[in-house]
């Protein structure tokens, strides 16, 4: 076979964008360049990599392999830049981060004083929900992955950063509001509006409940910790959420957090990565800038204390300039 590296990157921007006009915008070539680069790879190669149905492209298993491979090659050489871009005394390149939607409320914050203390690093942020975060940690596509309940069935190096306190929460108008040391069992006539299962927090609640052998009304399954609070907010029911998505206030949003017995749940933040996948120095420097940062925003997340604000109006700046988030 004969690809040149060019090439291989196209096919990856091929695999990533699902699109022969994006990937030609992404990589600065015209479409029919890359039309033709695409040809004169599936050649080489020798059997299908894609194909097009409805305008989509869909890769074979040929192709996904090519891009796993592409996407390897790809990080190794990134790698070795930063490798040399440090012994000459330079920190910059991009970095690949995908987080779970929860961590929406903390994790711009914390690359926006990165990005401060970095300004040549490129931060390409995917914000997703959990299936999605754990479908790129099995086809390797970030640097580093950040959730509350990684894969048991993966093998990581995992590293617990941030407490993540889970909370019951009801509308501002609901009688349970003014109660105090609430017992578990008074929620058994209440509905219920839980988030999706297969959500890190879903699960962490579900494992609460079960071995308390509490079973909820569950009225709804909701997506979006904003739709579940306008849910609350409109009377519909209680729900359980992080305290990152009240901004650790007491009352939120029309919201507000209720004292039950036995909470906060305590969940935690982890930053992974595949065991095995080494990381690139930029990688370890954000790591390790997430550790060092863990014990200013270890109170964050508690009921009643308000959300640190960005350092400076440039680290504002710099989160909104170089994160970008696909979905909330």
Not at 57 to 83: M, Y
Not at 138 to 143: I, K, S, V
Not at 311 to 317: D, F, M, Q, V, W
């Amino acid at each position: 076979m004969n690809i040149t590296f060019r090439q291989l990157r196209l096919f990856l921007a091929l695999a990533e964008t699902g699109s022969v006009s994006r990937a030609a915008q992404a990589c600065h070539v015209t479409q029919p360049t890359a039309s033709m680069q695409l040809r004169e790879i599936t050649e080489s190669v020798g059997v299908p990599l894609y194909e097009v149905v409805s305008r989509r492209v869909h890769l074979t298993d040929a192709g996904h392999d090519l891009a796993r491979t592409a996407r390897a090659i790809g990080d190794e050489w990134s790698a070795f830049e930063q490798r040399i871009d440090a012994t000459r005394g330079f920190t910059r390149g991009r970095l690949r981060v995908a987080v779970v939607s929860t961590a929406k409320y903390f994790v711009p914050r914390l690359l926006g004083s990165f990005c401060a203390r970095y300004p040549e690093i490129d931060i390409a942020l995917e914000v997703l929900n959990r299936d999605g975060v754990v479908q790129r940690l099995r086809e390797n596509q970030d640097d580093l992955y950040i959730m509350s309940m990684p894969p048991a069935d993966i093998d990581l190096e995992d590293a617990v950063f941030m407490p993540n306190p889970l909370v019951v929460i009801a509308g501002q108008a609901h009688p349970l509001v003014r109660r105090r040391r609430i017992p578990l069992e008074a929620l058994a006539g209440q509905r219920f509006i839980l988030r999706e299962r297969g959500s890190g927090t879903r699960m962490a609640v579900d494992a609460f409940f079960k071995r308390l052998k509490f079973r909820p009304d569950l009225r709804l399954e909701l997506g979006s910790n904003e739709a579940i609070k306008e849910a609350v907010a409109g009377g519909m029911g209680l729900s359980i959420v992080s305290s990152h998505a009240l901004h650790g206030q007491l009352a939120e949003h029309g919201v507000a957090v209720l004292d039950v017995i036995g909470f906060p749940i305590e969940s935690r933040w982890h930053v992974v990565r595949r065991k095995g996948k080494q990381p690139s120095p930029i990688a370890a420097v954000f790591r390790q800038h997430l550790m060092d940062e863990a014990g200013h925003w270890a109170g964050q997340a508690r009921p009643g204390r308000a959300a640190a604000a960005p350092k400076s109006g440039a680290t504002a700046a710099a989160a909104r300039r170089r994160s970008r988030p696909r979905s909330a």
